[in-house]
């Protein structure tokens, strides 16, 4: 099969090869997948770049996220799959041979159904950024009847919180953005009211629009850089679920705060979640995906060969969405 890998942390056009490899046989349990998309996160350039993240195996084919059809099943997996459309997630967690390539094989758990109508290039945005916006929503519970606020919805994770937010029955989905395509994008989604952070006190609307009590749940893009925002904005028994602090890595919080209105604040990374979590949270976006048309945002294509570049252009930031490799296309 066709592959890009990488045997040596660095910068993308420097350490991504492409290339011929053995194409792999399903494991017991497993699956095997003819990929159509792989998507390039922000995760998959750390662990290839190095930052915070060691060499996991002398040969890594990198990216997580992808879809396409299982074409082989292991032993103890219903031969019935064979021919089924699925997206997956975690294909280059703990292995060393990611969706960067013609074919990957998953446990069976790690693919699912893609439903006809969804592409495989949208079916390859859903893994990380549905999974994670799903765990940030839901790990505490139902979000009907009750009001949210999303960090970022114009962004990768907050589109599909703000999406998943109003699928879930939420009576109120606030979201922030910083004005152009990313408030277009978030209001599209569905948000109730994009806040520009950069122009308003989204404290301040958030109080205004809850009639002062704060909204119950909020998904946290920066919660270190946020903290003045989400500590003031969250109700009494709310809770705040972060994804990323990268400008604050280690922020100070105004615990006695939040301890007296009762305020659960809650790390979530995907790999580490729960089995049962991340089970409900693939049976849920299926659900989800079902029930109507929805908003997945390609930022970008590029063959198998483009790899690097695909790599290069999410470490460039100010994408629109995700940006996705796609194996069967040559060039």
Known sequence: ??????TRQGPPAEVLELGERPAPEPA????????????????????RAGRNHVMEFSLVIPNSDGAGVVDAVGEGVDPGRIGQRVWLYNAQRGRPFGTAAEFTCVPADLATELPEGVTFEEGACLGIPAMTA???????GQVEGLSVL????????????????????????????????????????????????????V?????EMTGGRGVDRVVEVEFGGNVAIWSQAV????????????????PRIPFAALMRRNVTLRGVLLNSAPIAARR?????????????RRLHRIAGRFPLAGTAAAHAMVEAGGKR????VLPAARG
């Open 1 to 6: 099969m066709r592959a890009v890998w990488y």
């Open 28 to 47: 017991a349990g497993e699956v095997r997948v003819r990929l159509f998309a792989s998507a390039v996160n922000p995760s998959d350039c750390n662990r």
């Open 134 to 140: 799903h765990r940030c929503l839901f790990a505490d």
């Open 150 to 201: 999303v960090s970022g919805g114009g962004g990768a994770v907050g589109n599909y919180a703000v999406q998943l937010a109003k699928w879930g029955g939420a009576a109120l989905v606030l979201a922030t953005a910083s004005g152009g395509w990313k408030s277009a994008d978030a209001a599209a989604a569905g948000a109730d009211r994009v806040i520009d952070h950069r122009r308003e006190d």
């Open 203 to 207: 404290a301040r609307v958030a109080l």
């Open 235 to 250: 109700a009494r028994n709310g809770a705040v679920a972060a994804y990323a602090s990268a400008a604050e890595p280690q």
């Open 280 to 292: 409900q949270a693939q049976a849920d976006i299926l659900a989800w995906l079902r029930g109507g």
């Open 321 to 324: 969405g995700t940006v996705v």
